[in-house]
């Protein structure tokens, strides 16, 4: 006698599914050069989908993602990306930026206000067509929104590519992480904007207020505490900015990021920090890349949002060249230097995607949208380490435009 499958063993086959296909397309194709195993995550994620497994192979999709199971993913894909902003945030390192303001202001706003202009301006092209604007969502929050998404810089992602390319140790990792984080702060800043509702402005002040008095508190309550504590006290004020930034109109990853940019670095010890960020990664963060697939759609048509996606593509890296380009200019590096220090913060997967589904959560971009900005994350990441890579190997030749050290000296504040 036939016995359908309960829920606690579909629940278990999707996560079987969300950790080897994956890791089997990465490790039998050898695709780190070009597509690292994250990478290939939120590929997977995107394929195992409704808009192309769900499409193919209709009955096993609706057979192994019930409701009950997406259900189930989602409360982990929450916690998995609340774990990862807080992390992010905990890793940005303000006095650093400060301390060689002028390199760093000058740089990080080139590299974000430029492809930020051309991706308003993308927007504003596509949303002369209807398809893109969410129930919930006006016009200039859209172009905003997608305007923001082309500016991205993934400061996780971009960490393990430094890592990657052996160059995160060096000055000129060191300054990329610099501009990174500044951007960081913005990105936040400008989704934070896009989110005020003023029919809850009220909520939204309380909450700042209360967010301030807050975390001075957990800052003087940190510093008393031995270092195991403070990971629990991390926690604990995690998912209360979490709930409350979500409760006040705005996002609870909007609320994670911030409860983890007040907190000091040295509150936690760095390599267990990093170790943390990287377990995240690997044991949970799989379940939000599956998530994210989980809510792509090609309502438009794939031929629309596969042109849109181009098109953001386009400005994104067009506008992330071009301002890093005039930064170089304006600062007088090194010949060569500007094109490697662009082509990394183009890096966009993960908190683009993160910035994405904020969007879609608050109803401001529809569907076909959010495919569009996710396939034009997935493709700029994975321009990343080919083009890195042979431009490193140029910077660094003995007969290439520059000497083997320079372009990777620090520059003056």
């Not at 930020?116 to 092209?125: P, R, S």
């Not at 809510?295 to 042109?307: I, K, P, Q, Y």
Request: glycine share 10%; with cysteine; hydrophobic share 60%.
């Amino acid at each position: 006698m036939h016995t359908a499958m309960n829920a606690t063993e579909l629940f278990l086959i999707a996560m079987l599914i969300i950790f080897t296909i994956p890791w089997m397309v990465w490790r039998i194709g050898r695709t780190d050069a070009w597509a690292p195993l994250v990478v290939v995550q939120i590929v997977a994620g995107v394929l195992l989908g409704p808009g192309l497994l769900g499409a193919v192979f209709p009955a096993y999709y609706a057979t192994v993602f019930t409701p009950s199971v997406i259900g189930a993913l989602n409360g982990i894909a929450w916690w998995a990306v609340m774990l990862f902003v807080w992390v992010a945030g905990v890793e940005l390192d303000l006095k650093e930026a400060w301390r060689h303001r002028t390199d760093t202001t000058t740089t990080a706003g080139l590299a974000l206000i430029v492809p930020m202009a051309l991706g308003a301006g993308a927007a504003l092209f596509l949303t002369q067509w209807p398809g893109w604007i969410g129930s919930g969502g006006l016009r200039w929050q859209v172009i905003l929104g997608m305007g923001m998404a082309c500016a991205v810089t993934a400061l996780p992602i971009l960490v393990l590519f430094l890592e990657k390319l052996n160059i995160l140790r060096l000055p000129l990792g060191q300054r990329v992480l610099r501009y990174a984080s500044l951007d960081d702060v913005a990105i936040w800043g400008v989704l934070a904007l896009i989110l005020l509702d003023w029919e809850r402005v009220g909520r939204q002040a309380l909450f700042l207020v209360g967010f301030v008095i807050a975390s001075l508190a957990v800052r003087a309550l940190l510093r008393r505490l031995e270092a195991g504590d403070r990971w629990y006290v991390g926690l604990i004020w995690l998912a209360l900015c979490g709930f409350t930034a979500d409760w006040s109109g705005l996002h609870f990853m909007v609320g994670a990021f911030l409860s983890g940019a007040v907190l000091e670095p040295g509150s936690f010890d760095r390599r267990r920090l990093e170790s943390f960020r990287d377990t995240i990664l690997m044991t949970i963060m799989p379940v939000f890349f599956l998530s994210t697939g989980l809510r792509t759609e090609w309502g438009m048509g794939g031929l629309a949002v596969f042109g849109a996606a181009a098109l953001l593509l386009v400005a994104a890296v067009v506008g992330k060249l071009a301002g890093v380009h005039l930064a170089g200019r304006i600062l007088n590096w090194p010949k060569g230097e500007a094109g490697v220090v662009g082509w990394l913060l183009q890096t966009k997967a993960l908190i683009m995607i993160i910035f994405a589904n904020v969007l879609l959560d608050k109803a401001i971009i529809t569907h076909s949208a959010f495919t569009a900005l996710l396939l034009m994350a997935v493709a700029s990441t994975m321009l990343t380490i080919p083009v890195v890579t042979r431009k490193l190997a140029a910077l660094a030749a003995p007969d290439g435009p520059n000497a083997p050290a320079r372009g990777l000296e620090e520059r003056p504040s």
